[in-house]
């Protein structure tokens, strides 16, 4: 059975920073491609930031040079260290492990870790 586990999620004020952790079961971990997802209330879930297998990462546009997704495939663990964090950043963060397309139908998430930010 696949679990996905997050934790780091918290409150902080306008600046702060978070590293999220996502620790993962039951799944082949270092062939996975692992990604990071949040939903804010009342919007869609969006892709936060992904890394491959072979540790290839991208970003949203709107998080690119604040965030930083990383894996560590000894731990199966995937992180998600974030800076400078702002208001429009508050959102239920989730955690997805795929072994081809994350966030697809046969993928697999977390239960989420909320993330709130105040100005």
């Known amino acids: 059975q696949v679990r996905l586990v997050e934790s780091g999620g918290g409150s902080v004020q306008a600046g702060g920073s978070l590293r999220l952790s996502c620790a993962a079961s039951g799944i082949a971990f270092v062939g996975a491609n692992e990604a990071w997802f949040r939903q804010a209330p009342g919007k869609q879930r969006e892709l936060v930031a992904a890394?491959?297998?072979?540790?290839?990462?991208n970003y949203a546009d709107s998080v690119k040079d604040r965030f930083t997704i990383s894996r560590d495939n000894i731990k199966n663990t995937v992180y998600l260290q974030m800076h400078s964090l702002k208001p429009e950043d508050t959102a239920m963060y989730y955690c997805n492990a795929a072994g081809s397309v994350v966030g697809s139908r046969d993928s697999y998430w977390g239960q989420g870790t909320q993330v709130t930010v105040s100005s």
């Open positions: 890394i491959s297998s072979r540790g290839s990462a």
